[in-house]
C-alpha cells in the first residue's frame, strides 16, 4: 500500500499533476512501497483467533493524499484469511493500489520447490525489460509460464506477474504448491477485486531460503500501474476499498 510492485523512474502523472516518489530501488531507478515499513502500526482489534492492524498514511514525496489502512487477519477451520483495506480520508482523489507477499512453502531448506509440482490459474504472462517494468502481455500458451495444469517446478525461474485468472464459482482463483506424491500441499486464494499475481521461485534469497519457497504476491494492479493507469484505482474522498486473499494446509 499505496501501489504494488514498482513504478518506473517514480514518476506518474494524476489529475493534472506530475509526481515524483522517492527512488528506492536505486539499482533499476525504480520506487518501490517502501513508505509503510517505517510506519507506527496500531493494533485496532484483536480476539483469539484474529487481528485487525491500522495506521494513518501521510501525504509523503510524490503522494500528497491522507489514507486510513488497515490489515485485518482471521485463522479458523479454513486457514488464514486477510483483508486489506483503505479509505480516502483526504479532500482530494488518490490514485491506489495493494498488493501482499505472502511465500507457500511445503518445508524449509534451499532447492526444496525443485520437486514441487504448481497449479496457477492464469492464462496470460507479462514481459518485462531490464528494470522489471512491463513491456507487454502474453497467452501461456506454449510457454514455460504455463502452470493451469500442475506441474513440476523443475529448475524452472520464476519472477512474473500473470493476469487472466481462471475462476471457481465463488469467484476467487486458487494457486496450489503440492509435494510430488501429493501428501502435502498449500493453497492460496484471491478474491473477485484481485486480478494480478507475482509468483517468484525465491532465486535471489540466500541460504536455507534459496527456492525455499513460492512467493505468490496477489496485486490488484499490474507494476507500474501508477505510470500505466492499467487497473488503477481512483479513491474517492470518503470513499474505502477492501481486497481479499487466504491461504490454507491442504
Not at 531507478?29 to 493494533?43: D, E, F, W
Not at 485496532?44 to 500528497?64: I, N, Q
Amino acid at each position: 500500500m499505496p501501489w504494488p510492485n514498482r513504478v518506473r523512474d517514480g514518476r506518474y502523472h494524476f489529475d493534472g499533476h506530475d509526481q515524483q516518489l522517492d527512488l528506492s530501488e536505486p539499482a533499476t531507478h525504480n520506487a518501490t512501497p517502501q513508505a509503510l515499513s517505517a510506519a507506527a502500526v496500531a493494533v485496532m482489534a484483536e480476539d483469539a483467533s484474529s487481528v485487525r492492524f491500522g495506521l494513518r498514511l501521510y501525504p509523503m514525496h510524490g503522494y500528497p493524499h491522507l489514507l486510513d489502512l488497515t490489515a485485518s487477519y482471521r485463522l479458523d477451520e479454513s486457514g488464514l484469511s486477510v483483508e486489506v483495506a483503505a479509505r480516502n480520508v483526504g479532500r482530494t482523489a488518490a490514485p491506489y493500489g495493494v498488493g501482499g507477499h505472502p511465500y507457500a512453502t511445503l518445508g524449509m531448506g534451499p532447492g526444496s520447490v525443485d520437486d514441487a509440482l504448481l497449479e496457477l490459474p492464469a492464462g496470460s504472462w507479462i514481459p518485462v525489460d531490464e528494470r522489471l517494468i512491463p513491456v507487454g502481455r502474453e497467452s501461456v500458451e506454449g510457454t514455460p509460464y504455463d502452470f493451469r495444469k500442475r506441474r513440476s517446478i523443475g529448475a524452472g525461474k520464476l519472477d512474473t506477474a500473470y493476469t487472466g485468472l481462471l475462476r471457481d464459482p465463488d469467484g476467487r482463483a486458487r494457486i496450489r504448491l503440492t509435494s510430488a506424491d501429493g501428501a502435502r500441499g498449500v493453497e492460496l486464494w484471491v478474491g473477485e477485486e484481485i486480478g494480478w499475481l507475482q509468483v517468484y521461485t525465491a532465486d535471489g534469497l540466500p541460504g536455507v531460503y534459496h527456492r525455499a519457497g513460492v512467493a505468490v504476491e496477489p496485486m490488484s494492479c499490474p507494476p507500474n500501474a501508477f505510470a500505466s493507469g492499467e487497473d488503477l484505482i481512483r479513491l474517492e474522498p470518503g470513499e474505502r476499498v477492501a481486497h481479499r486473499w487466504g491461504i490454507k494446509a491442504l
